[in-house]
């Protein structure tokens, strides 16, 4: 097992043995049972550093004290009706703190991970309320094809080479990173990191990756400032998030995370062709913040408002395939 899968089996350890239980958990109690063997340095080291990527994940570890008549070692815990959000009312942004579970519970490799922690959990004596697992059921899908790339890189801090296509460009250019992190924002996902091109932090979306990511340093080839925040630093460097609103026709079927964030789908409406049903969706994405992802689908939607975002689409699409493409597709 690589040193990424090992880091992410115990950071989903961790998120589940103090998501699943009523009380405040001790330290020693989670030194035991997730870090066996490790030296009391070594334990406080990766204890503190899992706890605060857990947090910067979203995740909201409560600290607290184990006897409220003793002032005896803090104990920790996640709270429940703190992690769970209701599906009626989430946000792309909201959607985000949703934590680590739900990022990575689609791909397999992780996927594994889970259900051996809550094996060994069990194994170790504690009950283990799988009912809590619940809020953590995934609503957002990390379907990149770069994605694991980063995220294992990230874990084990190799640093990692990619074709990178800029907003407003049509040829990519290779990128070299030592990722940092991966952060969900605005409903996009963004490597986060330090650009060895440019020798500055940067962001990327994980979107314009164009090809293959590859690894090109060995595991452990550079640290992570301490004290970095990965989110605050996607927040700050990242594109302002679009706001308005956008109505769109999607093909039926289709457009899975355009209907899971919208405000309103209309079914059975007529459409540009007749080779599927369409469905008028608005989604609260207007502007043209919203083009490169509307473009990740094709002919599967049509936007019907605002002008300048399918404007826009058109343009970009004119450029890429050429205009007399464009105008017979339009």
């Known amino acids: 097992m690589s040193t990424g899968a090992r880091k992410s089996e115990r950071l989903l350890n961790l998120l589940i043995m103090l998501l699943v239980q009523r009380h405040y958990v001790a330290k020693d109690r989670i030194r035991e049972i997730l870090y066996p063997g490790s030296s009391t340095e070594a334990f406080e080291k990766m204890f503190e550093r899992d706890k605060e990527e857990l947090r910067s994940l979203g995740v909201p570890i409560e600290v607290g004290s184990m006897d409220a008549y003793f002032d ?36 397999a490799r992780l996927a594994d991970a889970t259900s051996e922690a809550v094996r060994k959990l069990t194994a170790a004596g504690l009950e283990v309320d799988a009912s809590a697992l619940d809020i953590a059921e995934p609503r957002l899908s990390a379907d990149e094809p770069s994605f694991d790339v980063f995220w294992e890189a990230t874990q084990d801090r190799a640093a990692v080479e990619f074709e990178y296509r800029r907003a407003g460009e049509t040829r990519a250019t290779t990128r070299h990173l030592q990722p940092w992190g991966v952060v969900r924002y605005s409903g996009r996902w963004y490597a986060v990191g330090f650009d060895t091109d440019r020798g500055q932090e940067r962001v990327f979306r994980l979107s314009r990756v ?8 060995a595991p452990g080839g550079y640290q992570v400032p301490p004290g970095t925040d990965v989110r605050a630093m996607t927040v700050r460097l990242a594109p302002a998030p679009s706001t308005g609103e956008a109505v769109v026709l999607v093909r039926r079927d289709a457009g899975i995370a355009l209907r899971r964030d919208a405000v309103s789908v ?12 369409w469905d008028r969706v608005r989604i609260t994405r207007g502007g043209t913040g919203a083009a490169d992802e509307l473009l990740g689908y094709g002919d599967d939607v049509y936007v019907e408002a605002p002008e300048e975002l399918r404007t826009v689409l058109v343009e970009r699409l004119r450029r890429v395939v050429g205009d007399q493409v464009v105008e017979v597709a339009g």
């Not at 164009?210 to 340093?217: L, P, Y």
């Not at 209309?266 to 049903?277: H, I, N, W």
């Open 210 to 217: 164009q090809g293959d990511a590859r690894r090109t340093g």
């Open 72 to 107: 005896d070692e803090p104990g920790y815990r996640v709270r429940l009706d703190e992690f769970a959000l209701p599906d009626i009312s989430l946000t792309p942004d909201e959607a985000a703190v949703v934590g680590l579970a739900t990022r990575v519970w689609q791909h």
């Open 266 to 277: 209309e079914p059975d409406v007529a459409g540009p062709d007749d080779r599927t049903p």
